[in-house]
């Protein structure tokens, strides 16, 4: 049974770092694509990260350079490293498994509030 189970949330001031963590259960997360989506207050779920299985990486613009998308795979776990949070990065991050990502399995989310 598919399991993702998203960590590492929390409240952090405008140009600190966050680390997320998606443990997953029931695959390997070497062996598929995996994404990082968030969801807004009142917006749609936006993909943020994407690594696929050989490892190549895509990000949308407004977290270029700032986000980091990672795996590791004897833990069977994803990461996203969050550096220079802005407020427009609030939102509740989900991890989801691919390759199909608009109806594969996703994590309950974890919240991240940037806020002074």
């Known amino acids: 049974q598919v399991q993702l189970v998203e960590s590492g949330g929390g409240l952090v001031q405008p140009g600190g770092p966050l680390t997320l963590s998606c443990a997953a259960s029931?695959?390997?997360?070497?062996?598929?694509?995996m994404a990082w989506y968030r969801q807004a207050p009142g917006k749609e779920r936006d993909v943020v990260a994407i690594?696929?299985?050989?490892?190549?990486?895509y990000y949308v613009d407004s977290v270029k350079g700032r986000f980091t998308i990672s795996r590791d795979n004897a833990k069977n776990t994803l990461y996203l490293r969050m550096n220079n949070l802005q407020p427009e990065d609030t939102a509740v991050y989900f991890c989801?498994?691919?390759?199909?990502?608009?109806?594969?399995?996703r994590g309950q989310g974890t919240q991240v509030t940037v806020s002074s």
């Open positions: 989801v498994k691919g390759p199909a990502f608009s109806t594969g399995p």
């Open positions: 690594i696929n299985n050989v490892g190549s990486t």
């Open positions: 029931g695959f390997s997360v070497g062996s598929t694509a």
